[in-house]
Structures are given as C-alpha cells and as structure tokens.
C-alpha cells in the first residue's frame, strides 16, 4: 500500500515571499490533517478536512496560511507571505476516518532566509 | 500549545536494556497515542490506548494509561539500535475533530 505522499521535499525562500505544498494520501482516506514541526518540538495540528470539509482549523494563522483540498483527495498548503518562525518541517496525515490511526507522510522542511 | 510533556526529554542507554519514558498531559482525554520518528522512517504510529483502558502490550512495547494523575509510560524492553529515535505521546480530546496534540517528545539513543 502506497503512503502518504508530499512534495516538495525541501524548499528554501526568502521571507515574504510565497510558497505551497502539496500532500497526496493514501487512497481511500477520508481524513487529512496538516501539522507544522518547529525543530525540538512536537508537531502542532494546523488544519484538518473531512472529505472535502474543514473540520477544525482553529490554529491555522489565517492571515497568511490557507489550505484547501479540492475533490476530497489531494490537498494543498499556502504560507503567503512567509515569515522567518515559518522555518518548520510541514506534515501531512491521513486516516481512513476519524478516530482511526493516522499516517504520516515523510514531510516538507521549509526554510525562510 | 503543547498538551503532553515527556519525560526525560533525553535518554540514553545500553543496548538490551530497557527504556522507560513518561508522558503527562493537562486535559481529558478520548485515547493517547505513541509515535517514534527518526530520520530515516519519519512519524510512525506505535500504539494507541483509550481512556477506558489501563495497559496495552504490542510486541516489545508496554503502555500504561492513568487517568486519574493524567500520565502515561511507554516501556520498551530489550532495547535495539534501531529504537534510537524520538518518542512522542500525542492525545486527542474526542468529538469531531480529532487531530493530535503532542508533547515535545523523549530523545532515546541506544548505545551498541
């Protein structure tokens, strides 16, 4: 069984600039989270979507994160502008619905110079 | 904000001995979750425990849950180099939304 896809794997920008990442589940799963790992920490859940529904994105930074999953399968991450704090390792998860196991993919380190 | 807080942040140890690192979290809880990451393997699911339930065994791994302190222990015997890793407790707090709340994990080495 194929895992939780993300690409890019690693991305370098300079602050205030834009950038976007993009997580591919595993086939069938219903729930997608999106985490944000600040180095020495824990992840931190930013957003999480039923189907193609927001369920709970109350620590997602709305003035400059967005998030979207069109169709209920892929799903995208928007940080526009970045800040130098953004600098993390960005985490998708899927589960096959809530309360269930969640999976994760191998991530996206994001630098801001 | 962090829910759980591990205990040692680090650990370091024998190979064949076992690991024991602790979790305390600050609210109720639905389960709590145990995941290890390292470099070459990224977050992995190790073993989830409801909050009705007291201990759970999986292989190598022994988890306790007390509620009523708000703790949990992951123990790990016969420890291998393989196990090097960071552990995290994460719990999630029922409902519909069920995302993960970490602690800021255990760094375990194990010495050959």
């Known amino acids: 069984e194929a895992g939780v896809a993300q690409s890019p794997r690693y991305k370098i920008i300079e602050k205030r600039q834009s950038v976007a990442f993009w997580c591919n589940p595993i086939?069938?799963?219903?729930?997608l989270y999106w985490y944000q790992q600040i180095l020495g920490q824990g992840p931190k859940l930013l957003i999480q979507?039923?189907?193609?529904?927001?369920?709970?994105d109350s620590q997602l930074p709305k003035d400059r994160f967005s998030a979207e999953r069109l169709k209920g399968v892929d799903s995208t991450l928007k940080i526009q502008p970045a800040k130098l704090e953004d600098s993390a390792v960005y985490l998708c998860a899927s589960s096959l619905s809530r309360g269930n196991e969640q999976f994760f993919g191998p991530g996206t380190r994001l630098t801001v110079l | 904000s962090q829910q759980g807080e591990e205990d040692p942040q680090a650990l370091s140890i024998q190979e064949g001995e076992n690991a024991t690192m602790n979790c305390s979290y600050k609210?109720?809880?639905?389960?709590l979750q145990w995941y290890r990451q390292n470099s070459g393997r990224g977050l992995v699911h190790l073993i989830l425990?409801?909050?009705?339930?007291r201990e759970k065994h999986s292989g190598r791994l022994r988890v306790t849950l007390d509620t009523s302190k708000k703790s949990s222990s992951l123990l790990i015997t016969a420890s291998r180099a393989a196990d090097t890793a960071s552990y995290f407790c994460?719990?999630?707090?029922?409902?519909?939304?069920?995302?993960?709340?970490f602690g800021k994990g255990t760094h375990l080495i194990i010495q050959p």
């Open positions: 086939s069938g799963h219903a729930t």
């Open positions: 979507f039923q189907n193609n529904g927001v369920v709970d």
């Open positions: 994460a719990t999630t707090s029922g409902g519909g939304a069920d995302g993960l709340t």
């Open positions: 609210t109720s809880i639905n389960n």
């Open positions: 425990i409801r909050s009705n339930e």
